[in-house]
Nanobody, 121 residues
């Protein structure tokens, strides 16, 4: 089994910063991609940022480019999202996603339970 757990959400004023963290654990052979998605009330879940292993290619939503930074520690199976210059429209539940291979070389994709980020104006 593979589990993904997020932490670090909360309430912040516009212009402020928050840092989200996510850790994957369990029977993991390799994690290929880790990333963050978010879902605001009434909206579909959308990509925020993802980061692949190896070359470390990062992919950001246009709405967060220049404000958010994703980073990984491949050895620890963790991913972080540094969110700066936060805006009220960044308010959402943020979900961590991990994709890779289990210890028996089976593909997995796991989502965390979500962490709420609220940005007040």
């Amino acid at each position: 089994q593979v589990h993904v757990v997020e932490s670090g959400g909360g309430l912040v004023q516009a212009g402020g910063s928050l840092r989200l963290s996510c850790a994957a654990s369990g029977s993991i052979f390799r994690i290929d991609t880790m990333g963050w998605y978010r879902q605001a009330p009434g909206n579909q879940r959308e990509l925020v940022a993802t980061l692949s292993s190896g070359g470390g290619t990062a992919n950001y939503a246009d709405s967060v480019k220049g404000r958010f930074t994703i980073s990984r520690d491949n050895a620890k199976n963790t991913v972080n999202l540094q969110m700066d210059s936060l805006k009220p429209e960044d308010t959402a539940v943020y979900y961590c996603n991990a994709q890779g291979l289990t210890g028996i070389r089976a593909y997995f994709e796991r989502w965390g339970q979500g962490t709420l980020v609220t940005v007040s104006s």
